[in-house]
């Protein structure tokens, strides 16, 4: 890595060495940075060849997979053409969508064929957010009450796929086929990084396993913008626009928001209101709930996703940090929320390993695991009182 033809890679490797501490367990009481570069991986992990040596058995557990990180994002610098890019269009009404895994989801979606595992990676990495969304939404999800899905969850996701497959007889060009359109599926992704700074066409594929909806997809978050100021410089905030908010119009059936602010911020001025769980759906890619260094970042979020009662999806990078978040959710607001998809591995997590250039060590792939909540709702009934 810091001997690449790839200024961006070789800069990557300086600043692993200037970030990351040698994992050798002679450093417990004295940290240093790492220097010293893997022969077989590439990657810098630790300080001289001696500790690497010594400490050889645990770095073979990680050493074939950082190698295949490093050379994914070689790859992906290597100016070759990339035919797994290219996205199919319009799902037939007779082809069925198999969310089974990657392969079948591939196939029945007529991707063109991707015969190579590096292939494979680079185009899981970028589709793991759309279709990690529409696996849990759509009629055909491999989620149910055999596999993870709860009874409260059924309720939630019954009310989103009466809205995303509508009947598809009734309408006509005269008179009497009018029918009136409904408002678009909102999915707001919370906490927004990379799934903002997708090509547009990767979250278009939405619009085509649901091809009789429409949908607003609103990214909220400080770094939403990140990586895009220059080609979607945030606008001026006015009256009429009073957080900034930045409208895409991909297509007749998508539109795209993003708002570079808290949500909490906007939840208190009523900008989204009113929520419908018919409509409405929460976002959390790798939100860091429970990490100690986002989570007082959380807490004035999570009771306004609560009072929404709107399903949240979240996502984890690996088992500990899904875990992490799930068991802050219940030290937090414990007996105020309702699981809806109990924690587990997502079937549609990225395939790519990817490096932590704070810890080399710390290996992760994206959307590991996935799991959803919602805050509780109380069903009153009424008991008719007799009369004395």
Excluded at 134 to 144: D, I, M, Q, R
Excluded at 174 to 189: A, C, E, L
Aim: aromatic content about 10%; glycine content about 6%.
């Amino acid at each position: 890595m810091d001997k690449s033809p790839s200024p961006s890679m070789r800069e990557r490797a300086a600043a692993i060495k200037r970030t990351a501490y040698c994992p050798h367990p002679d450093h417990a009481s004295s940290p240093q940075h790492v220097k010293f570069t893997c022969s077989d991986c590439g990657v810098p992990t630790y300080c001289s060849e001696d500790h690497w040596a010594a400490d050889y058995e645990n770095h073979i557990l990680i050493c074939d997979a950082l190698r295949e990180a490093n050379e994914d994002d070689h790859d992906l610098r290597s100016g070759r053409f990339f035919p797994e890019f290219e996205y199919p269009g319009e799902q037939m009404d007779e082809a069925l969508i198999n969310f089974t895994n990657w392969d079948t989801f591939l196939y029945t979606r007529d991707f063109r064929a991707v015969n190579d595992p590096r292939s494979l990676r680079q185009v899981t990495r970028l589709l793991t957010y759309p279709i990690t969304i529409a696996s849990f939404l759509h009629e055909l999800s491999p989620y149910n009450l055999r596999h993870r899905l709860t009874i409260e969850g059924l309720k939630s996701v019954s009310a989103l796929r009466y809205t995303l497959h509508p009947p598809k007889t009734g309408g006509g060009k005269d008179m009497k086929g009018i029918r009136i359109t409904p408002p678009p599926v909102r999915i707001f992704m919370l906490g927004a990084r990379a799934e903002s700074s997708l090509p547009r066409e990767v979250w278009h594929q939405l619009t085509h396993m649901f091809p009789i909806s429409t949908f607003h997809l609103v990214f909220i978050g400080p770094e939403s913008l990140d990586g895009r100021s220059s080609e979607l410089p945030a606008p001026d905030r006015t009256d009429s626009n009073p957080f900034g908010a930045i409208v895409e119009r991909v297509s007749h059936n998508m539109k795209i928001s993003t708002f570079v602010e808290h949500y909490h911020t906007l939840h208190a001025t009523g900008t989204f209101a009113p929520f419908d769980p018919y409509f409405d759906c929460f976002v959390l890619f790798h939100p860091g709930l429970g990490h100690p260094g986002s989570a007082a970042e959380w807490e004035n979020t999570l009771p306004k996703l609560l009072e929404t009662k709107c399903p949240v999806l979240v996502t984890g990078y690996t088992e500990n940090d899904m875990e992490r978040d799930v068991n802050w959710i219940n030290d937090k607001c414990k007996g105020e929320f309702d699981m809806l998809l109990e924690p587990g591995e997502n079937r549609f997590k990225s395939l790519r390993w990817d490096i932590n250039d704070a810890d080399p060590t710390d290996l992760s792939q994206g959307n590991w695991g996935v799991w959803s909540f919602r805050g509780k709702r109380y069903e009153a009934t009424r008991k008719d009182v007799e009369e004395v």
